[in-house]
């Protein structure tokens, strides 16, 4: 990790509304004050966005989570990408820790939009010179970006918080294919044998899991249970049921960014077997939402680390999602 420290009067850290908490936790790591974002709406429901410090000829950092509300939160940070343009400074980096468009990541019906490109473009039109993200929902939509782009990778957090547990005997499946080769990199990383559901999405809040591919579950009693994100739960909980009845006794479910809508937290809390639900704040979870089986786990040092490296020029190698 660099430790070279960021002159504190070359930079401004702001927040929108999503998740000050994560950013609070950025600026801390930097040694940076987090500076006052002035939001308010108008009688119609316009926005009023007022940044609380100068930015003229400096470096400007915008912590955004498109979580929900995820259209305002758009707005906010479209917004606030602009009045840092419009103020002079020298470089716009939008730091969007959950980035929920990335699920409109291809064309598989007539008529609709790649809204993970728009959301790109729309980045670099209002200002954006630079954008931060963890684990994107495929790698395809690193490429719609036209700026800079690093996606960083949340498995350094994820392996320190199971240095010192015992993972004898235990699996790490995958709920899909499309996420089978982070599972197997991770997987890698801790020695353990990978597998991946095969998944048929039927709608927004249904799924199917028909089998299992790679290594065979059968014969391990403790499984994790990798994914990218989580919303609604229902991949998870058919995964879960699955693995149950093929003699699996333990499960922890670990994923990035914990959404968690539709009572999809309260949904896998609610399975007997599922010992531990592990996610990171990259989507922001009050503490009275949270469940005791509910363990998050901060990014603000990864994050902090990655734009410590990009002050200074360093490679941020070390920080990106697809390294080994």
Do not use: W
């Amino acid at each position: 990790m660099s430790q070279r420290s960021i002159p504190a009067d070359e930079v401004r850290i702001f927040s929108g509304s999503s998740n000050r908490p994560l950013a609070q936790s950025i600026a801390a790591e930097l040694g940076i004050p987090l500076e006052a974002t002035h939001i308010k709406k108008f009688s119609n429901d316009n926005l009023y966005i007022q940044l609380g410090a100068s930015v003229r000829y400096r470096r400007v950092y915008i912590v955004q989570s498109l979580s929900t509300p995820v259209n305002d939160n758009l707005v906010e940070l479209l917004m606030m990408l602009d009045i840092a343009r419009d103020a002079a400074a020298s470089e716009i980096h939008a730091i969007i820790p959950y980035y929920s468009f990335g699920r409109s990541d291809k064309k598989d019906a007539p008529r609709i939009s790649i809204t993970a490109r728009l959301v790109a473009d729309l980045l670099k039109t209002s200002g954006a010179t630079h954008v931060m993200s963890m684990m994107f929902h495929s790698p395809q939509v690193h490429g719609f970006f036209r700026i800079p782009t690093d996606p960083l990778s949340s498995r350094p957090v994820f392996q320190k918080h199971l240095a010192n547990r015992d993972l004898n005997g235990m699996i790490i499946i995958s709920p899909d294919m499309g996420q089978a080769k982070s599972a197997a990199r991770f997987a890698k990383s801790l020695n353990l044998p990978v597998a991946a559901g095969n998944k048929e999405r039927v709608s927004d809040t249904e799924v199917r899991i028909s089998g299992l591919v790679g290594n065979q579950v059968s014969g391990h009693k403790r499984a994790l249970i990798y994914d990218d994100e989580i919303a609604t739960g229902g991949s998870i909980a058919e995964l879960a049921r699955l693995i149950i009845e093929e003699g699996v006794e333990d499960i922890m479910v670990m994923c990035t960014h914990g959404v968690f809508t539709r009572g999809g937290l309260e949904k896998l809390a609610a399975i007997p077997q599922i010992s531990e639900i592990v996610t990171t704040d990259t989507v922001d979870i009050p503490e009275d939402k949270r469940d005791p089986k509910l363990t998050v786990l901060s990014v603000g040092n990864v994050f902090a680390d990655s734009i410590r490296h990009n002050f200074n020029r360093e490679s941020i190698g070390d920080l990106f999602v697809y390294g080994e």
